[in-house]
């Protein structure tokens, strides 16, 4: 009699853990059937896992505080379509671009992020010297604001040779699209050169170090001579290091 019910239980049991097999593999196959939804493929931690954490992280901030900005001359001639980051400080909010991204007044400056527009409320800072430009603007709600100061690089790694970085953008005016590259040098304090790829309307794009903080901003690209003229090094990409920005302008709009 025991062995007979000893048969019993573990053919039941058999054919639970039958059916539940059975089960995972259909929905398993049901989900193979389905491909991810548009939602599911842009969304902003829809990062590569094979990345490091902390490059997860540059990528993840990176994408989830740029926005385009675009500016309009006064006399309305003159139309400028650049990158930016968007920043909180002290309760307020801000984007980092660079200052030949603004051709006319706060007023003829517009802020976008996904479709959502909003306003130049004033200008804190245009450094013509160092090409950057400090503008508050109203809340974003498609976006999250890097952190003054606490997203601010400060270490000499996030700087160093061969350190990999990761900065999102509207070249030609499409994006945002995220790039990766290596820092490959130095031109005194002015610039630091990374081995990358830009274009036109990366300007002002945030460029983020490996641990995930804001080291330096895209202001250009290098230009060479040949034999055929003037050509323009697309993979050499001038980025200024954050710490020329005078972060105490935001300090004194408390």
């Not at 304090?189 to 460029?207: E, L």
């Not at 641990?211 to 001038?238: H, P, R």
């Amino acid at each position: 009699m025991k062995k007979i019910l000893k048969l019993i239980v573990v053919g039941v049991l058999s054919f639970k853990m039958g059916v539940a097999i059975g089960l995972g593999v259909t929905y398993s196959a049901y989900q193979s059937a389905n491909p991810p939804s548009v939602g599911e493929i842009t969304d902003i931690g829809n990062v590569q896992n094979s990345l490091s954490i902390g490059a997860k992280r540059a990528v993840r901030k990176s994408r989830s505080s740029v926005v385009r900005i675009m500016s309009l001359s006064e006399d309305q001639q003159v139309f400028s379509s650049a990158t930016g980051t968007y920043l909180t400080a002290y309760g307020k909010y801000y984007v980092l671009t660079v200052n030949h991204a603004i051709q006319g007044p706060c007023e003829l400056t517009r802020i976008e992020a996904s479709d959502e527009f909003v306003a130049c409320v004033k200008f804190i800072k245009l450094d013509s010297y160092s090409d950057y430009a400090l503008v508050e603007i109203d809340k974003l709600e498609t976006r999250t604001p890097l952190r003054v100061p606490r997203d601010i690089a400060k270490s000499p790694q996030d700087f160093s040779i061969m350190t990999d970085v990761y900065y999102t953008g509207y070249p030609n005016g499409t994006g945002p699209l995220t790039i990766d590259g290596k820092i490959i040098g130095y031109m005194g304090g002015d610039f630091i050169y990374v081995k990358s790829y830009a274009w036109s309307g990366s300007s002002g794009a945030g460029v983020f170090s490996s641990s995930g903080k804001l080291m330096g901003y895209v202001l250009a690209l290098d230009v060479g001579q040949t034999e055929f003229g003037i050509a323009v090094l697309e993979n050499i990409v001038f980025v200024v290091p954050i710490n020329v920005v005078h972060w105490d302008a935001l300090r004194e709009q408390r």
